[in-house]
C-alpha cells in the first residue's frame, strides 16, 4: 500500500488487536479515512474517538452484521474504497485434544468471517474501482504442528484471494493477500504463553519488531 491513500475511505475488520491498531495508526497519518470494525465495542469507540474516524461494533461469523456495517460506512463517508479483512483469532492444541467446535470457531474467524467481509463489501468497492485486501500470514505457506486451524484458515484464504480475483478484475477490482511474520501482538502473546507453543516458537520473541 505504497500509492496515495490521502481521503481513501478504508475499513479494517480486528482494529483492537495488534496488527489492526498498527495499520489503524500508519493508514491515518497517511491521510485516510478510517472505518473502524470490531466485536469490542468498548475499545472500537475508543479507538475511533482517538483517531478521529468511524467505529462499529461488528461480529464477522454473522453476515448481516458485517452487511449492515459496510452499509454504515458508505452511508457516513459516501463510499468505501478498500477494505482490510484483519480479524482473526488463533489456538494452539494437538488434534488428540482440539475440541471440534474450536477448530471450528476459528475456521468460522479466520476463512469464513474474511470472506463474508469480502462479500459484505463488494459491491461498494465494485463501485469505486478499488480494493480487498486479506491479511493471510506467513501461515498460508509454513504449517507448524499443533496449529492446524490456524494454518487451514490461512490457507484457505489465500486460495480464495487467488480465486476471486480472477471473478471480479472485469469489475475494476483488485485483490491482495498479505503474509506477515511474528510481530508482537496479543495473539503472538497468547502462542508463546502456552507451554508448548513457547517451545516452537519462544525464541522468536527475541526477533519480534526488527
Known amino acids: 500500500m505504497k500509492s496515495n491513500l490521502k481521503n481513501k475511505v478504508i475499513a479494517i475488520t480486528g482494529t483492537t488487536g495488534g496488527l489492526g491498531k498498527a495499520l489503524s495508526l500508519e493508514l491515518e497519518k497517511r491521510g485516510a479515512k478510517l472505518a473502524l470494525m470490531d466485536l469490542d ?3 472500537v469507540k475508543k479507538q475511533a474517538s482517538e483517531l478521529n474516524a468511524l467505529g462499529l461494533e461488528v461480529d464477522i461469523t454473522d453476515y448481516e452484521s458485517i452487511k449492515k456495517a459496510m452499509a454504515e460506512v458508505n452511508d457516513h463517508y459516501g463510499q468505501i474504497d478498500i477494505v482490510i479483512a484483519n480479524a482473526g483469532i488463533t489456538q ?11 477448530f471450528s470457531r476459528v475456521i468460522d474467524i479466520n476463512l469464513n468471517g474474511s470472506w ?4 459484505a463489501a463488494l ?3 465494485e463501485e469505486s474501482k478499488g480494493y480487498l485486501a486479506a491479511i493471510c500470514s506467513m501461515a498460508s505457506f509454513v504449517h507448524c504442528p499443533l496449529q492446524a486451524s490456524y494454518a487451514a484458515s490461512k490457507a484457505g484464504m489465500l486460495a480464495v484471494c487467488n480465486s476471486i480475483r480472477l471473478e471480479v478484475k472485469h469489475l475494476g477490482v483488485d485483490v491482495g493477500s498479505y503474509h506477515p511474520t511474528f510481530f508482537p501482538s496479543p495473539l503472538m502473546d497468547n502462542v508463546t504463553s502456552d507451554p508448548v507453543g513457547h517451545k516452537l516458537w519462544g525464541e522468536i520473541k527475541k526477533a519480534l519488531g526488527k
Open 116 to 119: 463474508r467481509t469480502f462479500k
Open 123 to 125: 459491491s461498494y468497492i
Open 41 to 43: 465495542v468498548e475499545q
Open 92 to 102: 494452539m492444541a494437538p488434534m488428540t485434544t482440539t475440541d471440534e467446535r474450536d
